[in-house]
Structures are given as C-alpha cells and as structure tokens.
C-alpha cells in the first residue's frame, strides 16, 4: 500500500505549489508565469520524491527538505515575485507551514490507525482541495487586497512564520520521527493548534491595518471633496451675486440701447452689444457635467491649469447614470489632472496642452492627454514610476481603482505627449 503514501506525498507537493500561486502575486504574465513555474517546480518535484524514495520519510522530511525543496522554491519564487520585501516571504512561509501541518496531521493519524496510508491517502486528497476553495474563495481577495494597501510589519511576521516553520520540521523529525516519541506527542499537537491561531491573529492584524488606511484615504477624500464643493459653491454664490447686480442694471442697458438704435448709431450698438456678450460669458458659471461631485473636481482642477497657463479642451459626454460611485471616479479624474497639470508645469508655456475626453458608448471610458518633456519612466506593467518622495501616489491609486472595477487601463507616452485611458467593460 506504499502505492498510497507515495501519491499522497506527490499530491502534497503539488498543492502546496497551487495554494502559494493562489495567495503570491507575479511581476510576469499569467502565461509567462505558468510556464517559467512548471519548468522550474516540476524537476524540482521529481528531485524531492526521488529523495524521498531513496533516503526515506525520516531524512527527507527534516533538515534536507529545506535545501533541496524550500530553499530553491524561495529562491525561484522570489525572482518571479511582485512583491519582493516581507509580504513575499511572509506569504510564502504562511503556505509552507499550514501545508505541512497537514501533512503532520494525517501522518500522525494514520500512524496510529495502523499506518496503511487508506487514512492518509483519503485525507489528503479531501484537505488540500477543501484548503484550496477556502484560501480562493475566502481568503484570496482579502489577502492580495491587505499586501497591495499594507506595507508595513511584513518581515516580522514573516520571522515568526519562518521560525515556526523550522521548529515545526525539526519537531517532527528530530531526532526521530514524533510518532517514535509518544512522550513528546502532546506538546507537538499543541505546537499544531498554536501555529493557524498565531497565523489567524496576524490576518486580523494586518486587516485592522487595512482598515486604518482606508478610513485615512476615506478622511483624504472627503477633505478633497469638501473644498471643491466649497469652491464650486463659492462660485455660484457670485454668479448669483452678480446675475442679481445684471438684473437691476438691466434697464438702464436697454435705455441705452433704445437711445442708440433711435439715433441710427448702428454701429456703436453693434460694439455695445458684443460688450454686454463678452461680460456675460465672463460670468457665467461653466458646467461640465450634471453630476454635482465631479462637476466640482473638474472646475477644480481645470481652473487651476487655467491660472497655471495651460491650455485645456474638453470634450465630455457622461452616462445618465455613472457605472461606479461618483467619489471614487471623481478621485481619479483629481489624480489624473493633478498629474497632467504637474506634467505640464516642467515645459515651455506656449506648449502646455491638457485633453479631457469622456465618452458614454460604446463603453463608458475616460481619456486624459497632457503635453510632457519625454521623460518618462515605466515598469514591466506598464505603470509610470516615480523615484521622487512623495509622488506616484495619484497613478498607484489609479491603477488600484481599476483594478478594483475590472476596468481596463493604458498608460501611453510617445512624441512628448502621455496618455491615460480608462475603458469600463
């Protein structure tokens, strides 16, 4: 029945592999990514049962795995990484750990069923799966969206995660496998059940972290908002002021008028009347969409490039009804001309363009275009860089809002002209 144990330990292999690609996030293609992983991680499989066929589950199950199976897959999974810093080695000694305990587990049980690998053989092929749904279902989207927001006490859950780890290896095979020990078994089940509840405090931990930052990025917003709308409100408090001052000087203009016209002065009521044209333009309050939030941040911020001297057209047709909520999309329109405006501000006046394109269909979908020096920086995904303190805030919070509503983005430099274009599916 060894047929039994020696599938089991293959299928354990390979699932620990899944739940780290579930929970690790890769700085290549999804398909670059599967094949660089599958020509690394299978010979490196082999290589592992070989050694376990030979040496036997005692040698390789303790110190030897850690070189010949944890320490190249840290390795190779670390140039593929994203995240190359303490989320990346907390995530992946998170998954070592819980996959061993399992493995821990069902060879105990199985040992004292009377060791014919049935138990062992059945348990893992039910565990991983259901580990699996629940780390994809539950966990996932909660785990990536906590490494993308949270950047802080990575590397020291990670040396938490790593010194488990060891000690849960070393404890179940030195200097003899535990189920030789019997005297030792006790406290080894509570290191098991010590192990996913420290995992589980550090989620929360790091989730409450999260939470911190959204509440600041929730307060930023709503200052930002605040002061556009206080802006905005402002100036439809003078154009009242003024329209008010229009009405009462409206019949002496047209006494004037009458006058000019009773006098056959056509020509000075002609240049009267282009006078009275231009004024009310000057006052009038422009609008550039219904919606009263966004509608505030594009005044905003177009008047800002206004009194910067740059240039800026417009061409806006909104849905009736917006896909996303109108705070958020007004984020990003605030981060995407700020960044324009920034752009433009380190060029000659007389070449300072901004473009503000939205249409409503086929696709609702967002274009921002801005002159710039040429100087631009991008990483492998296309996303602009900033070595800068303090900048490449606004583009990072782009892309995560896309990210978020499965919208597609593009970031585009060419001919000293830089292009962000946001389609929703």
């Known amino acids: 029945m060894t047929i039994l144990r020696d599938i089991s330990i293959l299928w354990s292999f390979i699932h620990v592999l899944v739940l780290f690609i579930f929970l690790y996030e890769s700085r290549f293609s999804k398909k670059k990514t599967l094949i660089w992983t599958l020509a690394v991680m299978t010979p490196l499989i082999v290589l592992n049962m070989f050694l376990f066929f030979k040496l036997g589950p005692q040698l390789t199950g303790g110190a030897l795995i850690m070189l010949t199976c944890t320490l190249p897959s840290l390795i190779f ?28 587990i069902t060879n105990i049980i199985d040992f004292y069923l009377g060791e014919t690998y049935i138990f062992l ?9 259901l580990l699996e ?27 938490v995660g790593a010194i488990f780890y060891v000690v849960l290896i070393l404890s179940m095979t030195t200097p003899t496998l ?20 420290l995992y589980l405090n550090i989620f929360f931990t790091l989730r409450n972290q999260q939470k911190i930052h959204e509440v600041n990025e929730q307060d930023s917003l709503l200052r930002i908002q605040v002061s556009n709308m206080t802006t905005r409100i402002e100036e439809l408090n003078t154009a009242e002021e003024r329209a008010k001052i229009e009405r009462h000087d409206f019949r002496h ?101 901004i473009e503000i394109q939205v249409i409503k269909s086929p696709r609702f979908m967002i274009q921002i275009s801005n002159s710039f020096n040429g100087e631009v920086e991008f990483d492998k995904n296309g996303i602009p860089v900033s070595h800068t303190l303090g900048h490449g805030i606004g583009t990072r919070s782009i892309v995560a809002f896309c990210e978020k509503h499965n919208a597609f983005y593009e970031f585009k430099a060419e001919d000293k002209k830089f292009l962000l274009r946001i389609v929703f599916s």
């Open 77 to 104: 999974f670390w140039i593929m990484a994203k995240h190359r810093d303490g989320r990346f080695f907390f995530t992946f000694c998170m998954v070592d750990t819980l996959s061993y305990e399992i493995m821990c």
């Open 121 to 129: 053989f059945v348990a893992r092929l039910i565990l991983f799966p």
């Open 133 to 159: 749904w629940f780390v994809y279902k539950q966990l996932r989207p909660t785990f990536l969206s906590v490494q993308q927001h949270t950047k802080k006490g990575w590397y020291t859950f990670a040396a």
């Open 178 to 197: 535990i189920t030789e020990r019997p005297e030792e078994l006790l406290a080894f089940i509570m290191l098991l059940v010590l192990m996913p509840v």
């Open 253 to 353: 203009k047209m006494q004037t008028i009458i006058k000019l016209i009773e006098n056959e002065k056509y020509g000075e009521l002609k240049e009267l009347a282009k006078s009275y044209d231009k004024d009310a333009s000057e006052r009038s309050v422009k609008h550039y969409c219904s919606n009263a939030v966004i509608d505030a941040v594009l005044a905003s911020y177009i008047s800002i490039a206004d009194a910067r001297h740059i240039k800026v057209n417009t061409g806006l047709t909104f849905p009736d009804t917006l896909p996303i909520d109108d705070a958020e999309l007004a984020t990003v329109f605030a981060n995407a001309i700020e960044n324009a405006i920034n752009a433009c501000e380190k060029i000659d006046e007389s070449k300072r363009h």
